[in-house]
């Protein structure tokens, strides 16, 4: 989700993580759960992601797994339903 296709991002306690792959290419897959991480302003990123939002929905209609802590419940699965 990060700016120009960058698959590491720096955490707010420092923690440095990287994907395996950007996230447009995990819309339209299965998921046994999706897992939000909290914080500002990282919920506010995750809440304007297209692509996470589609498959948040996704997960939403399949009836699967979400979770999410600190303001992600409020930012990102608030805003969008």
């Known amino acids: ?7 590491q ?3 707010a306690r ?15 897959k299965e998921w ?7 914080g500002m302003p990282g919920a506010k990123h995750l809440s304007e992601c297209a ?6 929905k996704a997960q939403v209609a399949a009836n699967k ?3 999410a802590v600190c303001a992600a419940p409020a930012i990102v699965l608030a805003a969008h339903g």
């Open 1 to 7: 989700m990060m700016p120009e296709g960058r698959l």
């Open 9 to 11: 991002c720096k955490m």
């Open 14 to 28: 420092g923690l440095k993580v990287v994907a395996d792959v950007p996230i447009a290419d995990c819309v339209g």
């Open 32 to 38: 046994d759960a999706i897992a939000l991480p909290g």
């Open 51 to 56: 692509p996470l939002v589609e498959l948040l």
């Open 65 to 67: 797994t979400l979770g």
